[in-house]
């Protein structure tokens, strides 16, 4: 669904959706909520009313989630001839839903991280960060590695997947790197390994 795509009720293909799309939809609750919501709590519990705007934003992002979810289902069993009109509907619900998005974490990552540096010590805020990384479902965390392990640097990644490392336990970390090994090229791979101070993986040559 590019962007300017104008379906027409000729198209007699059926519409595929790429399944970490609709696994990520299908998914009412993400790792990012929980961010806010722990960055909510930290706020409010020593400015009350300093996260009220963004805190409410994410109520009505939850309520866009369920809705887009459900335009999504109701695309995949529609029939054919019905499936542009419903396709173009969702790309535009889309779009407005990741364009509010967009200004929302504008202002969480200006305005309500500058109340957190002004509340919170560093000490007090690296507590924060270790209990909200430990606090992360695993099943939600892996949604979400799916989009960021390509998107991340390596200094970004070594930091994300060396918080995993300390917090999770062993069985659910080990998965979770599987996980972000499938979405990077081999030397990323290797770098990754390395950054955790983990043996290479064998056959990968680092870059």
């Known amino acids: 669904m590019g962007y300017g795509h104008q379906p027409t009720h000729r198209s007699s293909r059926p519409v595929i959706v790429r399944p970490n799309i609709s696994r990520s939809l299908a998914h009412r609750s993400h790792p990012h909520g929980s961010i806010g919501r722990c960055r909510h709590t ?3 519990a020593r400015q009350p009313g300093g996260a009220r705007h963004t805190a409410d934003d994410h109520v009505g ?10 335009e999504l289902r109701a695309l995949r069993s529609a029939p054919v001839a019905e499936q542009p009109l419903r396709m173009q509907r969702l790309y535009r619900h889309l779009a407005a839903f990741v364009g509010e998005n967009l200004v929302h974490m504008q202002v969480e990552e200006s305005q309500n991280n500058a109340l957190l540096w002004a509340l919170y010590s560093d000490a007090e805020l690296l507590a924060i960060h270790e209990r909200l990384v430990a606090s992360i479902d695993p099943a939600e965390m892996a949604i979400s590695l799916q989009w960021m392990a390509a998107a991340l640097n390596d200094a970004e990644l070594a930091m994300l997947f060396g918080d ?22 081999a030397p990323r791979q290797a770098r990754l390994n390395r950054g955790l101070g983990l043996a290479p993986v064998q056959g990968l040559v680092e870059a």
Not at 61 to 70: T, V
Not at 164 to 185: K, T, W
């Open 61 to 70: 992002h939850l309520d866009a989630i369920e809705q887009l979810g459900q």
């Open 164 to 185: 995993l490392q300390r917090q999770a336990p062993a069985e659910v970390f080990n998965a979770l790197l599987g996980l972000g090994h499938s979405q990077l090229s």
């Open 42 to 44: 930290a706020i409010e």
